[in-house]
């Protein structure tokens, strides 16, 4: 079992960048897949990105071009870029994460961290 912590969240302009970090404990953390979900007030919690053991990455349609997830397993965390952010990408911003698979849907992870806030104003 690991347990996830979320940071890098902020107020950024609309346009701007933040680099969200999701940093796991555990020692077999290298061997997960982890995924960042968002979830604004009122609304359901998304998928935004997702990324296995060995790299390979799912991206939602909202996000690709302007988000990119990668992992660096030495230091136990997976990261978030987002580029280009839009006030639409508002919200509060998890990682969980599954020992198999990537997963795109929130119901499927058993796992996660408590959540970073995000806010791009236009």
């Known amino acids: 079992q690991v347990q996830l912590v979320e940071s890098g969240g902020g107020l950024v302009q609309a346009g701007g960048s933040l680099r969200l970090s999701c940093a796991a404990s555990?020692?077999?953390?290298?061997?997960?897949?982890v995924g960042w979900f968002r979830q604004a007030p009122g609304k359901e919690r998304d998928f935004v990105a997702t990324i296995d053991w060995n790299s390979f990455t799912n991206y939602a349609d909202s996000v690709k071009g302007r988000f990119t997830i990668s992992r660096d397993n030495a230091k136990n965390t997976v990261y978030l870029q987002m580029s280009s952010l839009k006030p639409e990408d508002t919200a509060v911003y998890y990682c969980?994460?599954?020992?198999?698979?990537?997963?795109?849907?929130?119901?499927?992870?058993?796992?996660w961290g408590q959540g970073t806030q995000v806010t791009v104003s236009s």
């Open positions: 555990g020692r077999t953390f290298s061997r997960y897949a």
């Open positions: 969980a994460a599954d020992p198999y698979y990537r997963r795109t849907h929130a119901n499927e992870y058993g796992t």
